[in-house]
C-alpha cells in the first residue's frame, strides 16, 4: 500500500483547525486591566478608576483629570483537556481512545496605558494591549492529531484615543487601533497508529511519517481598526456607556510546509477576521459605601463562516475548513465596597455563552460556556498612586465535539473520525499600578 499516498489523501481531508482557536470566544481576552478582573469586568463601559478605562469606552477619558498613567499585567493559567475515541469504518476497522491534557498554555498578557487632560472638555489617551491571543499544542501523541495539533496567535494593540465632553451629561469619544499579528496553526501524523492488525502490520512503514506535520502555516501581518464610546452622566449617582470596536481583517502572510505541500516551504497566507465586538455598560452608586456595576458584551462571530488559505503553488484559494459560528454574549454583574478611606473591595461573576454550537465544535477549539467568580482589591497607596489587584477563577462547561473526515482512500473506503469531549477550568491573577500626576 502506498503510504504517501494515504497521508496525502489525509491531508486532503484534514482542516487547520487550530488557527480558529484564536477566534473563538473563550479565548477573546478581555483581561486589559486587574482593576476590572477584580468585578469579573462588570460594567466597564462605564468605569473611570485609571487610564485603562479607554481601552473600553474611549469616552470614558473625560473623567480623568490630569495626567494618569496605568501599568499592569494578567496571568493566565488554563487546564484545559480533551479526550475521546477516534474510529474508523471499512477494511480498517478502529475504535481507539485518545486524550490530551492541558492543551492551551499559560501565558502573562502585559498592559500599559496614559491620558492627558487637555482642557475641560478634551482627553487624549494612548493605550497599549491586545484583545485576542492564544496558544495550544495537543502534541502527537493523541491519537487524533490529524484534525490538527498546534496553534498560536499573538496580537499587541497600539491605541490611540480622544474623548470630548459635550456638556455635563454626555460624553463621546474615538481611537484608532494598530493591530500587529503573528501565528502558526498545524496538524500532524500521531506518533503511532491506532491499534489495529491490519495497521499493525504497516507500522515499520510508517516510522518515517511518525510525528511529522501534515500542515503547517505561519505568518504575521498588521492591520487598522477603530473604536468608538460615548457616555451618559444620567445623575451624580448614574451612568450609562456604550462602546463598539470594529472588526480587524488580517492576512497572516508567511511560509506552509509539511506532508500536503510535498515537504517543501511554500509561500502562503492565511486570512483572519478579528470580529467586530460592543459592550452596554452601566454604573450606580447606591451609597457611600457601595457601588454597583454591569455590562452586556456582543461579538460578532457569526461573520466568520469559513477559514479559507491562499496557496499560489498550490492552485491559490482553499478552503480549508467551514465553522458556521454564532455571535457570542457575555453577561457580568459586580460590587465595590468602599471598606475605609483607602481600601476598595470589588466581586463580580459574569457568564460566557459559546460562539459555537455542539455541531460545528471540534477538539482543536476547547470553546463552551463559562462561569467566571472574580474578588478583586485596590489600595490608594499615596495621594497620587493606587495599587490594584485581583484574581478570577473561569469554570467551563463540559462540551462534546465530533471530526468528521471525507474518504480517506479510494482502496479501503474508510473515514477517520473523533467524537469527544472538551472539560477545563481557567485561573486568573493580575496586578495593576496607578499614577496621577
Known amino acids: 500500500m502506498n503510504k504517501n499516498k494515504i497521508t496525502l489523501s489525509l491531508t486532503a481531508a484534514l482542516a487547520l483547525g487550530m488557527s480558529t482557536n484564536a477566534l473563538a470566544a473563550g479565548f477573546q481576552l478581555a483581561e486589559y486591566s486587574a482593576t476590572g478582573l477584580g468585578r469579573a469586568f462588570a460594567g466597564e463601559a462605564a468605569m473611570a478608576d485609571n487610564a485603562s478605562a479607554q481601552f473600553r469606552n474611549p469616552a470614558m477619558l473625560t473623567y480623568l483629570e490630569g495626567t494618569q498613567v496605568s ?8 487546564n484545559i483537556d480533551v479526550k475521546g475515541t477516534l474510529q474508523s469504518k ?4 478502529v475504535n481507539e481512545q485518545t486524550e ?15 491620558s492627558r487632560q487637555l482642557n475641560d472638555k478634551a482627553t487624549l489617551g494612548l493605550a497599549f494591549g491586545t484583545n485576542f491571543g492564544m496558544r495550544t499544542d495537543l502534541g502527537t501523541d493523541f491519537t487524533a492529531s490529524i484534525f490538527g495539533n498546534q496553534a498560536e496567535v499573538h496580537t499587541v494593540e497600539i491605541n490611540p484615543n480622544l474623548g470630548y465632553k459635550i456638556n455635563d ?7 484608532v487601533r494598530y493591530v500587529m499579528a503573528k501565528g502558526h496553526f498545524g496538524a500532524a501524523l500521531p506518533n503511532q497508529l491506532p491499534n489495529n492488525k491490519i495497521l499493525n502490520t504497516l507500522s515499520p512503514y510508517y516510522k518515517p511519517f511518525a510525528g511529522k506535520n501534515l500542515k503547517y502555516m505561519e505568518g504575521e501581518d498588521n492591520a487598522w481598526g477603530w473604536q468608538a464610546g460615548a457616555a451618559w452622566q444620567i445623575n451624580p449617582t448614574n451612568r450609562v456607556g456604550i462602546s463598539y470596536h470594529s472588526a480587524v481583517k488580517l492576512d497572516l502572510t ?6 500536503a505541500f510535498g515537504n517543501t516551504s511554500r509561500p502562503g497566507s492565511l486570512p483572519l477576521e478579528l470580529p467586530a465586538s460592543a459592550e452596554i455598560a452601566s454604573y450606580h452608586q447606591l451609597n457611600d459605601l457601595w ?4 455590562s452586556v458584551n456582543w461579538t460578532d462571530w457569526s461573520s466568520f463562516k469559513k477559514l479559507e488559505a491562499n496557496i499560489p503553488s498550490m492552485g491559490g484559494n482553499v478552503e480549508i475548513k467551514p465553522q458556521n459560528w454564532k455571535d457570542n454574549y457575555r453577561f457580568a454583574i459586580g460590587t465595590t ?9 470589588r466581586s463580580g461573576i459574569a457568564y460566557d455563552t459559546a460562539a459555537v454550537d455542539d455541531a460545528h465544535r471540534t477538539q482543536t477549539i476547547p470553546e463552551t460556556d463559562r462561569t467566571w467568580l472574580s474578588l478583586g482589591a485596590g489600595y490608594q497607596w ?9 484574581i478570577t477563577y473561569v469554570m467551563a462547561k463540559k462540551a462534546h465535539m465530533v471530526e468528521r473526515s471525507d474518504e480517506i482512500d479510494a482502496l479501503t473506503k474508510h473515514k477517520v473520525n473523533f467524537s469527544g469531549t472538551t472539560t477545563g477550568d481557567i485561573w486568573l491573577a493580575g496586578v495593576q499600578a496607578s499614577y496621577r500626576f
Open 71 to 78: 501599568a499592569g499585567a494578567i496571568y493566565v493559567d488554563p
Open 90 to 93: 471499512g477494511m480498517i476497522e
Open 100 to 114: 490530551a491534557r492541558n492543551i492551551a498554555h499559560s501565558a502573562v498578557i502585559p498592559n500599559f496605558y496614559i
Open 169 to 175: 451629561q454626555f460624553s463621546v469619544g474615538a481611537g
Open 254 to 259: 508567511g511560509h506552509a510546509n509539511g506532508i
Open 291 to 294: 457601588s454597583v456595576h454591569a
Open 337 to 345: 465596597y468602599q471598606a475605609t478611606e483607602k481600601l476598595a473591595l
Open 382 to 390: 499615596s495621594k497620587n498612586l493606587t495599587l490594584d489587584a485581583g
